[in-house]
């Protein structure tokens, strides 16, 4: 029995590397590259004349149009594509950004051939890709909805206040309480939903309908 290929597209301005995950991932039955494009604005010129993927691999930093600005024209326009945002660094910063434009997880690009191939199936299937960001109950929690965890009122204003671009220092002072203490509101809701990064935070409140951007 032939496994069901799932269409995907490749953008990213470094020509080399492009090439290379293009030629890695073709290499997996479960894959079919269908193009590849330098920018945001490529990746507007292929949609309209190829075959349209399913995943797109979404490099951040791009001239001409770069990742946050392509990931909001696709989910506009094509929002059964689902994006894995390509990062060269584990950046909160981008990658929430990102997250806010559309795009359902990320991967660095060191990630192994396999891990890729794994994020990208993941998103495929469940719309999001959260690797070692989140896990347990969280994971749980986005792909079937289970009600939001017991998480008290100081740590709910906390976590909406962390999908702000707020240092935890200045979201000490807007909350009247030590940097130690949001340090521990922090720590709780990372042990509570096993997340380990702040990303994981944002991307929990995003898909609990916490917060919204």
Same mark, same amino acid.
């Given at each position: 029995m032939e496994t069901e290929q799932i269409n995907i597209a490749i953008v990213d301005d470094h020509t080399l590397f492009r090439r290379g995950v293009a030629a890695l991932m073709s290499e997996f039955d479960e894959l079919h590259v269908v193009f590849e494009a330098s920018n945001?604005? *490529?990746l507007q *010129?292929?949609?309209a004349k190829a075959p349209l993927p399913q995943v797109i691999l979404m490099d951040i930093n791009m001239p001409v149009m770069d990742g946050y600005q392509a990931t909001k024209w696709v989910r506009a326009r094509y929002p059964e594509? =689902? /994006? %894995?945002a390509l990062s060269m660094f584990e950046d909160d910063k981008a990658v929430i950004e990102m997250i806010k434009c559309g795009a359902g997880g990320y991967v660095l690009k060191e990630s192994k051939p396999r891990d890729l191939l794994e994020a990208i199936k993941t998103i495929h299937q469940k719309g999001v890709y959260i690797n070692d960001l989140v896990s347990g109950k969280l994971l749980r929690s986005v792909? *079937?909805?289970e009600p939001v965890l017991d998480i008290t009122k100081k740590e709910m204003e906390f976590l909406k206040l962390a999908c702000s671009e %707020?240092?935890?220092k200045e979201i000490a002072d807007l909350m009247f309480v030590s940097p130690r203490t949001v340090d521990n509101y922090r720590e709780s809701l990372f042990q509570k939903l096993? !997340? =380990?990064s702040r990303t994981g935070l /944002? %991307?929990?409140a995003i898909q609990?309908? !916490?917060f919204k951007f």
């Amino acid at each position: 029995m032939e496994t069901e290929q799932i269409n995907i597209a490749i953008v990213d301005d470094h020509t080399l590397f492009r090439r290379g995950v293009a030629a890695l991932m073709s290499e997996f039955d479960e894959l079919h590259v269908v193009f590849e494009a330098s920018n945001g604005e *490529q990746l507007q *010129q292929m949609l309209a004349k190829a075959p349209l993927p399913q995943v797109i691999l979404m490099d951040i930093n791009m001239p001409v149009m770069d990742g946050y600005q392509a990931t909001k024209w696709v989910r506009a326009r094509y929002p059964e594509i =689902k /994006v %894995l945002a390509l990062s060269m660094f584990e950046d909160d910063k981008a990658v929430i950004e990102m997250i806010k434009c559309g795009a359902g997880g990320y991967v660095l690009k060191e990630s192994k051939p396999r891990d890729l191939l794994e994020a990208i199936k993941t998103i495929h299937q469940k719309g999001v890709y959260i690797n070692d960001l989140v896990s347990g109950k969280l994971l749980r929690s986005v792909t *079937q909805h289970e009600p939001v965890l017991d998480i008290t009122k100081k740590e709910m204003e906390f976590l909406k206040l962390a999908c702000s671009e %707020l240092t935890y220092k200045e979201i000490a002072d807007l909350m009247f309480v030590s940097p130690r203490t949001v340090d521990n509101y922090r720590e709780s809701l990372f042990q509570k939903l096993t !997340i =380990k990064s702040r990303t994981g935070l /944002v %991307l929990y409140a995003i898909q609990n309908d !916490i917060f919204k951007f």
